[in-house]
């Protein structure tokens, strides 16, 4: 091993990430030669002004407490919600009885039982349409943000290939499902590759289509009971995102093509992925 | 309804009220239940992870800045990953709250950017016409925290972040790789970068001083 192997190996070697056998002969290089020995010397000092100079920012006490309020204050605010979200039961089961609930009980247990059934039917109508337009908005937010980032960071694929028998395998590894991949190549919307991706807190599929000199990226995760069927678009910063879902995914594709574009797209994925 | 109520009110009033109790107590019942499956709920998120809030909020303020939005963006976190806890299967609890503290982080910058842009790492001016500090005086003044602190606050984000995951947060590459979303030979490559250009600063700054 030369200098400049040494020279590459350092960070491994400072970091304990190399193998047994590459560590023990950068250590045999470094014993032998004063010039990279103090070279190593040199990022050891600042590895460990970073660990133990450089400020370490704990979190205040009153942070702490705020947190914890608020965390309680969350579960305060989605029981009410989980009575209809979570579990049909308490919903359905006044059902039965409900009309002789209605008509034959005293006014005070009426009032009760009504008071009840309208908690349910509101919790269950009203509190998640009241929650789901911030909610898109922020997805869509963090869809753009994915997106952007994939094109500016060099990093717009994990896995290059336009093979989607090379990038479904490499996905399936990665991910805890099974995303359909379809080539559009032919349709004038070749498959570049996939990535990782992370959105809305859970890992995602990311693949990604060009379209002549732009780029498509289509997000799959699996679908959540009780998502919403309705095709959506959305246009915002010069991008156009179009979700759809179908038996088992959330689909979200976002791109600078037109929205009919996208639509046309959308269209031979579904028809792609509807074959199989 | 008033003559439909009457006729069928004499009908069973006792039986009527007895299942209308057993309505409520159903769901009065489940509610419980519920309250008591979101406690316990809580209860292991909490363990789970309130002992990384001092790595979120250093991670957080590491990569803005400012101490309101730090605490903003690290109780955002955590609500954030209380509502996905139970999606959470992973062996490193730590690096996975940091990986949503970086994201909601980052779309709180890129939300500032344009405020933002001042504050990027001036590399001509630290590289002008100064006679490098010697290997010897970069370890003499390794240990001056101040001097520490603007190095690496100096440093463009994707630098600052990888070292303070790697020094301070103490991760593996597997770990870090996974809240970067990039592969451990990435991590080790960027890591390198991070370190040239942390020492090209300290080199310039010492000299500067001098």
Not at chain 1, 5 to 25: A, C, F, H, R, W
Not at chain 1, 147 to 157: I, Q, W
Not at chain 2, 70 to 97: I, M
Request: proline share 4%; charged share 25%; glycine share 4%.
């Amino acid at each position: 091993m030369n200098c400049q192997d040494i020279n590459n190996l350092m960070d491994g070697y400072l970091d304990g990430e190399l193998d047994p056998v590459t560590s023990q002969k950068v250590e045999q290089h470094l014993r032998d030669c004063p010039k990279c020995e103090q070279a190593y010397e040199v990022e050891i000092a600042m590895a460990h002004a970073i660990s133990q100079a450089a400020p370490y920012y704990k979190a205040p006490l009153e942070l702490r407490e705020r947190i914890q309020v608020s965390l309680r204050e969350s579960i305060g605010a989605t029981t009410s919600r989980g009575v209809s979200g979570e579990s049909p039961l308490p919903v359905r089961r006044p059902e039965p009885v409900r009309r002789g609930v209605f008509f034959d009980m005293p006014w005070n247990w009426l009032a009760l039982a009504a008071a009840i059934v309208l908690a349910a039917i509101v919790a269950s109508s009203f509190l998640p349409r009241l929650r789901q337009p911030g909610a898109d908005q922020f997805l869509a937010t963090q869809l753009i943000a994915s997106h952007v980032r994939s094109l500016m960071a060099n990093h717009l694929t994990d896995v290059a290939s336009s093979d989607q028998h090379t990038v479904k395998p490499w996905l399936d590894a990665k991910l805890d499902f099974a995303a359909p991949v379809v080539d559009l190549s032919n349709q004038g919307f070749p498959l570049i590759g996939g990535r990782l991706d992370y959105l809305d807190n859970h890992s995602v599929a990311a693949l990604v289509y060009q379209r002549r000199k732009h780029f498509i990226n289509l997000f799959i995760w699996p679908r959540t009971p009780g998502t919403s069927e309705a095709q959506k678009t959305v246009t915002r910063e010069g991008y156009h995102l179009l979700h759809w879902v179908d038996a088992d995914f959330n689909y979200w594709a976002v791109s600078d093509v037109s929205e009919a574009d996208l639509q046309n797209f959308k269209q031979l994925f579904e028809g792609q992925t509807l074959h199989r | 309804m008033a003559t439909a109520l009457a006729a069928e009110y004499a009908f069973d009033t006792e039986y009527l009220e007895s299942s209308a109790k057993i309505v409520k107590f159903v769901v009065l019942k489940k509610q419980k239940e519920q309250d008591a499956t979101r406690e316990h709920e809580l209860a292991s998120f909490e363990e789970a992870m309130l002992p990384h809030m001092d790595a979120a909020h250093n991670f957080a303020k590491w990569l803005l800045h400012n101490e309101q939005d730090a605490q903003d963006v690290v109780q955002e976190a955590y609500l954030r990953a209380f509502r996905s806890f139970a999606g959470f299967h992973g062996s490193n609890g730590r690096a996975w709250l940091l990986t949503i503290v970086r994201n909601t982080a980052y779309t709180l910058l890129k939300k500032n950017r344009s405020a933002d842009l001042t504050t990027t790492f001036d590399e001509e001016i630290h590289l002008t016409g100064h006679e490098s500090a010697s290997p010897a005086m970069i370890l003499e003044r390794a240990e001056d925290a101040e001097l520490m602190k603007n190095a690496i606050d100096q440093l463009p984000e994707e630098f600052r972040e990888i070292l303070i995951l790697r020094h301070q947060v103490d991760l593996s590459y597997h770990d870090i790789g996974e809240i970067l979303k990039i592969p451990a030979g990435t991590v080790m490559s960027r890591l390198a970068r991070a370190r040239a250009k942390l020492k090209e600063y300290l080199t310039t700054h010492i000299s500067q001083d001098r």
